[in-house]
């Protein structure tokens, strides 16, 4: 994958902090691995050409090869604390490419097989590969915030699923009950008419849901699963519109678009 930004920002520290760049430090051409490529789940039956697909799964990751230079020689110091940073990582950080159309998204990564460019016996690099989380790169997230001087009553949402991931979209969200409200229905009309509701709730009490990971957390500390009807808000890829009823003052969705990349 090729850039032509020069700074960039991993586990955000900045590369300017170190006086690093991105460059192109190795020769020959490169293609990127794992940026769209799908495994079929299907059955081939005696005499039938034709097998039953069930569906497609991804089995692969975003991979790519980067390189880092400084214009500077690269102390055996300064070495050891830029590998501290950057490489040995235990879990995926953000990766940011300081780019006029990268600016909206970043890479969930872990730098993987570094090795040190040296010139002339001086250290004034790094090549590495870029390990991906999955095969998409993330939007960084927005929030939507929808107040209620009185309790909705039927009121509309839009929402427009931008993501690239053909799937389901599953925000994260709060809601508020109101001081005499105790419940909320949200009704999708684009998927099918999918309810998700809360009953007999507290007043004033807010409720705080990952939809992906089906984690549930009220303001009261009380556990909550027992009042929903187990049916978690999510978003089908396009337009969806949602219908808001219930005794609730305040709601927020936040999100995240998945993107594909290529360069």
């Known amino acids: ?26 020769s020959g051409d490169f293609s990127n691995s794992g ?22 799964h991804y089995d692969s990751k975003l991979t790519f090869p980067m390189s880092i230079f400084s214009e500077d020689e690269i102390t055996a110091l300064d ?45 004034r690099g790094f090549e590495c590969i870029v390990v991906c989380d999955s095969q998409f790169v993330y939007n960084y997230p927005k929030t939507l915030t929808y107040d209620y001087v009185s309790s909705p009553s039927g009121s509309s949402i839009i929402f427009y699923n931008n993501s690239h991931y053909k799937g389901y979209l599953y925000p994260q969200m709060t809601f508020t009950t109101s001081s005499i409200g105790s419940s909320i229905y949200i009704t999708n009309a684009d998927d099918d008419d999918r309810i998700f509701s809360f009953t007999n709730l507290a007043p004033n009490e807010t409720i705080t849901i990952d939809n992906n990971l089906g984690i549930i957390t009220s303001s009261t500390g009380l556990r909550r699963l027992s009042k929903f009807n187990k049916k978690f808000l999510r978003f089908v890829p396009g337009l969806n519109h949602l219908t808001l009823t219930g005794g609730i003052s305040q709601l927020t969705l936040t999100y995240q678009f998945l993107r594909r990349v290529s360069g």
């Open 35 to 56: 940026n769209g490529t799908v495994s079929f789940l299907e059955d081939f039956i005696f005499r039938k050409p034709k097998p039953y697909f069930y569906g497609v």
């Open 79 to 123: 070495a050891s604390y830029i590998q501290n940073w950057l490489f040995g990582q235990l879990t995926y950080k953000r990766l940011s490419i300081i780019q006029g159309d990268m600016d909206n998204f970043y890479f969930n990564c872990i730098l993987t097989d570094p090795t040190i460019v040296r010139v002339g016996n001086v250290i």
């Open 1 to 26: 994958m090729s850039f032509y930004a020069q700074s960039f920002s991993y586990d955000d520290e900045s590369s300017e902090f170190y006086n690093l760049r991105i460059a192109n430090l190795g």
